[in-house]
């Protein structure tokens, strides 16, 4: 595609509750990096991965948080048991093979709202 | 302390004026430095990168890194309306994929 797309656009979702968010990364982008932006703040990294492998997932806030990419494009963030605390909008991102994740390029986002 | 401080603004001006937008920054090992765009309920655009400290000049955008005193800075010509956004200063370490954001700075352009 022409740019990252990120699935659902926007999400409410109870307390409690499971929720999946999707990442299409721009087709042949090797590099993928979800972040996390709260109201008012600036990104705060979550995972990267190179190809299909987590490289580092050293930003993930516990073990409710866990991400794959089983075929090295589309990736899934996955949130069990949310809380209102996780209401956030969440940034895919990707980077081609070569660059770094100085030319990483971002999609618009899944704004998610824990009720 | 967080690692990267930025006035959250917001930063208002008329149409035609020069913009700074600063950040500073804790740690030292940063080399790389950027500077995103964001409109609302957008993603993050990247502007201008720049590695290890000096100037780094396109269009109307400059963007300075003096590491010495941890500080980098974007400086925006005859600004337009069109430049109302929210601006984010973002660096990282070499071998490191993690960027570190500031919290973004609000410009508004009148005009």
């Known amino acids: 595609g022409a740019g990252v797309s990120q699935t659902p656009s926007n999400k409410v979702t109870e307390k409690g509750k499971y929720v999946e968010l999707r990442c299409d990364p721009i087709?042949?982008?090797?590099?993928l990096y979800w972040y996390r932006q709260s109201l008012g703040q600036g990104p705060e990294f979550l995972i990267y991965?190179?190809?299909?492998?987590?490289?580092?997932d050293s930003g993930l806030p516990n073990d409710r948080f866990f991400a794959v990419r089983p075929e090295g494009s589309v990736s899934t963030l996955k949130i069990q048991r949310t809380e209102r605390g996780d209401s956030a909008v969440y940034l895919c991102?990707?980077?081609?093979?070569?660059?770094?994740?100085?030319?990483?390029?971002f999609g618009q986002g899944t704004r998610l709202t824990v009720v | 302390q967080k690692e990267v401080e930025q006035d959250p603004g917001p930063l208002s001006v008329p149409e035609g004026a020069i913009v700074s937008l600063n950040c500073t920054y804790s740690?030292?090992?940063?080399?790389?430095f950027m500077w995103y765009r964001q409109y609302s309920r957008k993603g993050p655009e990247l502007l201008m990168y720049?590695?290890?400290?000096g100037n780094k000049e396109d269009g109307r955008f400059t963007a300075q890194v003096d590491k010495s005193s941890k500080y980098i800075s974007l400086f925006i010509r005859d600004s337009q309306p069109s430049d109302s956004a929210t601006y984010l200063c973002?660096?990282?370490?070499?071998?490191?994929?993690?960027?570190?954001f500031g919290t973004g700075t609000r410009l508004l352009v009148s005009p």
């Open positions: 991102a990707s980077s081609a093979p070569g660059q770094a994740n100085t030319e990483a390029f």
């Open positions: 087709s042949g982008h090797t590099a």
């Open positions: 991965f190179q190809g299909t492998g987590a490289a580092d």
């Open positions: 740690n030292s090992a940063f080399q790389y």
């Open positions: 720049t590695y290890s400290s």
């Open positions: 973002a660096m990282t370490r070499p071998g490191f994929q993690k960027l570190v």
